[in-house]
């Protein structure tokens, strides 16, 4: 299994990035999706996730309205759509796979990438 993400860079308050994850080596109808982040000195916490099946979306309370998550299951890739960017929101941000989306929202997903870093300047 790989999830290779991109996307990230260096961006003021208040911009956007999109971030993009392609996956490979699994069927993404079995697993929920979504993307972790990890700033400097602090653990890795859940911040958007989505389930094929029906397509519930699922956000972290810090990014909610801010952020949106969408994929292309024919295509195997997911999406992080980050608007009104914080300088909290600075991190490594991670592609991930569960196969329940519990696991996911507990920062504990069955798979994740090479994270790719989105810096927020103030």
Same mark, same amino acid.
């Given at each position: *299994?790989?999830?290779?993400?991109?996307?990230?860079?260096?961006?003021?308050?208040?911009?956007?990035?999109?971030?993009?994850?392609?996956?490979?080596?699994?069927?993404?109808?079995? #697993?929920?999706?979504? $993307?972790?982040?990890? @700033?400097? %000195?602090? %653990?890795?916490?859940?911040?958007?996730?989505?389930? $094929?099946?029906?397509?519930?979306?699922?956000?972290?309370?810090?990014?909610? %309205?801010?952020?949106?998550?969408?994929?292309?299951?024919?295509?195997?890739?997911?999406? !992080?759509?980050?608007?009104?960017?914080?300088?909290?929101?600075? @991190?490594?941000? #991670?592609? @991930?796979?569960? !196969?329940?989306?519990?696991?996911?929202?507990?920062?504990?997903?069955? #798979? $994740?990438?090479?994270?790719?870093? *989105?810096?927020?300047?103030?």
């Amino acid at each position: *299994v790989q999830l290779q993400a991109s996307g990230g860079g260096l961006v003021q308050a208040g911009g956007s990035l999109r971030l993009s994850c392609a996956a490979s080596g699994l069927r993404f109808s079995n #697993y929920a999706m979504g $993307w972790l982040r990890q @700033a400097p %000195g602090k %653990g890795r916490e859940f911040v958007a996730g989505i389930v $094929w099946s029906g397509g519930s979306t699922f956000y972290a309370d810090s990014v909610k %309205g801010r952020f949106t998550i969408s994929g292309d299951n024919a295509e195997n890739t997911v999406y !992080l759509e980050m608007n009104s960017l914080e300088p909290e929101d600075t @991190a490594v941000y #991670y592609c @991930a796979a569960a !196969l329940n989306y519990k696991d996911l929202s507990r920062g504990g997903p069955n #798979y $994740w990438g090479k994270g790719t870093l *989105v810096t927020v300047s103030s």
